[in-house]
Nanobody, 122 residues
């Protein structure tokens, strides 16, 4: 599975962005998807995850109520809609996929996209 993330950019605090992650390759596999963020000098952190069916979603406490993860399996794409962005949301955002795991442990995701930069200015 190959993942291509896009949609990052620079916004002011309070603004919004929508990230996309499109999967290709063995996309007939039912993969669970996650988004992680990594700020300079920090470890990669869990942001949100969604099961292959889209029925279950999970969020980090820091983004609950502001970020929404969704997916369109017909388009092999997962989205992360971010609103009320804060300067502390500034990071490179990565999408990840797993055939069997759903959760916050980055080590359990086998496939990763290249990352897209999100910059939020105050």
């Amino acid at each position: 599975v190959q993942l291509q993330a896009s949609g990052g950019g620079s916004v002011q605090a309070g603004g919004s962005l929508r990230l996309s992650c499109t999967a290709s390759g063995r996309t007939q596999s039912r993969v669970n998807m996650g988004w992680f963020s990594q700020a300079p000098g920090k470890e990669r952190e869990f942001v949100a995850a969604i099961t292959w069916s889209g029925h279950d979603t999970y969020y980090a406490d820091s983004v609950k109520g502001r970020f929404t993860i969704s997916r369109d399996n017909a388009e092999n794409t997962v989205y992360l809609h971010m609103i009320s962005l804060k300067p502390e949301d500034t990071a490179v955002y990565y999408c990840a996929a797993s055939n069997w795991y759903i959760g916050a442990d980055a080590r359990r995701y086998a496939y990763w996209g290249q990352g897209t930069q999100v910059t939020v200015s105050s």
